[in-house]
């Protein structure tokens, strides 16, 4: 944050970051009438007669409820909810900045699995999807499951699916930058929550099958009785108990963690172009110009913007919702997840538009070692995941539309960023 000041960030703030605005006028006595009494009534039957037409006659296929009690807030930790706040709509500026998805913030005072579940399905008639945010693990796991099963609508918690989706993108293009196989390299994640356990299963569907997760008491193994239902599956048999044991001869290395966590020398002691998501913030677990020191062949990546290969969930969510609410989607599945980090790892190989290039004051940023996943600036983000969400959900069978043409969307979703050609 050394190039903004307190005040800058403050009156940025100042009366918070989002409005209503209305789609449709209301400015004469005619007008009235259609937008509230009488005939309101009308679409109100409309819907009473068939429910799933409140899609269709409602803000809902457009909106989704960012909700979270504040007990893990990035980088902040447990602040509650009213100072979470702040967070809460920035990722509703998210969601509308780029990819034009309807989001408010809804910051809850109650703190148990069930007050927390009891309180989204109460306001689920509201949205056409949910974004749980910033919600403290365990209970993060179960408040996901629950509502996954007792709603119709998509519900996904970023912090746990975000970092994986992107990740997940940047190792597929590892793996092929480098020749290496998925069932042969070594993982190792320090940082068993909510993200680190994400990350994990998803690397376990992308064909991995050597991960090692290490927390703040040491390597999660068999040899431990401290550990939760979600931590236990990834217990390994081994004498070592802490990272610097663990990492030697490992092809990557995930820190969700705290500064400073991993060493020169642990990076010395890695194989031979080690991929290194250093994901702590706002400082990580290392610095690339440390890692630099001891390797000239790694494959960095951070979750700051002023370094290559940013891990920025904003490469996910607002994609993913975008798609799962235009084939207005039950569910988000794990095909859905894996769609968009496919869709992510193929847009890094394509030419980088100019205007990203600008953005970042860089003509040379192509594919390779130092750019593996997309940049956030790229429009292109949204034509390339959003329809493979969807059509994930179409041929899951959890989309409610009755047919599905991923070219027509495609093309729906250039004009809704560039216009017609005339325009262009």
């Given at each position: ?47 009473a007669r068939e429910p ?119 190792l597929m293009n590892v ?132 370094f290559p290969n940013q ?114």
């Amino acid at each position: 944050m050394s190039d903004i000041s307190k005040e800058e960030v403050l009156a940025y703030h100042k009366q918070g970051k989002i409005a209503i605005e209305l789609t449709k006028p209301c400015n004469t006595q005619h007008e009235l009438s259609l937008a509230y009494t009488p005939g309101v009534a009308i679409p109100c039957l409309e819907i009473a007669r068939e429910p799933k037409l409140s899609f269709e006659y409602t803000n809902r296929s457009n909106l989704v409820a960012v909700i979270s009690d504040g007990t893990a807030v990035l980088g902040l930790g447990d602040i509650g909810p009213l100072a979470a706040k702040p967070v809460m709509e920035g990722k509703s500026v998210l969601f509308k900045k780029f990819a034009h998805v309807d989001a408010f913030d809804i910051e809850l005072d109650v703190h148990t699995v069930e007050e927390i579940v009891a309180a989204c399905k109460a306001i689920a008639p509201t949205f056409g999807g949910i974004n749980l945010e910033d919600i403290k693990a365990p209970q993060c796991f179960e408040i996901e499951r629950r509502l996954k099963e007792e709603l119709d609508i998509p519900v996904f918690h970023d912090d746990q699916h975000g970092t994986a989706i992107i990740t997940t993108a940047g190792l597929m293009n590892v793996l092929e930058i480098t020749g290496k196989k998925a069932e042969e390299i070594k993982i190792v994640v320090n940082g068993a929550g909510a993200a680190g356990i994400s990350c994990a299963k998803m690397y376990q569907k992308l064909g991995v099958k050597h991960i090692v997760m290490c927390d703040s008491r040491g390597v999660i193994s068999t040899y431990r009785n401290d550990l939760n239902v979600y931590k236990a599956p990834f217990a390994v048999e081994t004498e070592a108990r802490t990272l610097d044991e663990v990492i030697e001869g490992a092809d990557m290395f995930l820190g969700l963690s705290v500064a400073g966590a991993l060493t020169k020398e642990m990076v010395a002691k890695m194989a031979p172009e080690p991929v290194i998501f250093a994901l702590a913030n706002p400082v990580p677990e290392i610095l690339p110009s440390e890692v630099r020191e001891v390797r000239d062949d790694a494959i960095i990546g951070t979750g700051r913007s002023d370094f290559p290969n940013q891990i920025n969930n904003v490469l996910g969510f607002p994609f993913i919702f975008r798609g799962a609410l235009d084939v207005r989607a039950k569910k988000i599945t794990e095909g859905m997840k894996m769609a968009a980090a496919e869709a992510l790892a193929a847009l890094a190989k394509e030419p980088v538009p100019e205007y990203v290039k600008a953005a970042y004051q860089d003509q040379n940023i192509t594919y390779g070692k130092s750019h593996i996943i997309p940049l956030p600036f790229n429009k292109e983000v949204l034509i390339w995941v959003a329809p493979k969400v969807a059509k994930a959900a179409f041929e899951e069978g959890v989309a409610r539309v009755e047919s599905f043409d991923e070219e027509a969307y495609k093309e729906q979703l250039k004009y809704s960023i560039y216009g017609s050609e005339e325009d262009q």
